[in-house]
Nanobody
Framework: QVQLVESGGGLVQAGGRLRLSCAAS????????MGWYRQAPGKEREWVAH???????DYADSVKGRFTISRDNAKNTVYLEMNAMKPEDTGVYFC???????????????WGQGTQVTVSS
């Protein structure tokens, strides 16, 4: 199995910045893609950004130009640098990973437990 542990959430003022980290551990052969999602109070979970093993990235329009996703394959870790933050960025941020496990052919998807991000106006 695989565990994803997020860190770096907290309270920040509008216009500020935060950096989230998500470290994966377990019986990992290769992490094929990693991403971030968020869920605001009373809303459904929404995709924020993702990055492939080859470092191709994509972002939701709402964060494009403000957020940067990156990864360290040696550490099985993905980061989300959030700049020029807005109150509407508030929510629980979840890490997601699509993983090939050791000895298995299929890919599996895993989720972290989430980390709270609050942006005050």
């Amino acid at each position: 199995q695989v565990q994803l542990v997020e860190s770096g959430g907290g309270l920040v003022q509008a216009g500020g910045r935060l950096r989230l980290s998500c470290a994966a551990s377990g019986s990992i052969s290769r992490i094929n893609a990693m991403g971030w999602y968020r869920q605001a109070p009373g809303k459904e979970r929404e995709w924020v950004a993702h990055i492939t093993h080859g470092d191709s990235t994509d972002y939701a329009d709402s964060v494009k130009g403000r957020f940067t996703i990156s990864r360290d394959n040696a550490k099985n870790t993905v980061y989300l640098e959030m700049n020029a933050m807005k109150p509407e960025d508030t929510g629980v941020y979840f890490c997601n990973a699509v993983v090939s496990l050791k000895g298995l052919v299929l890919e599996y998807e895993y989720w972290g437990q989430g980390t709270q991000v609050t942006v005050s106006s």
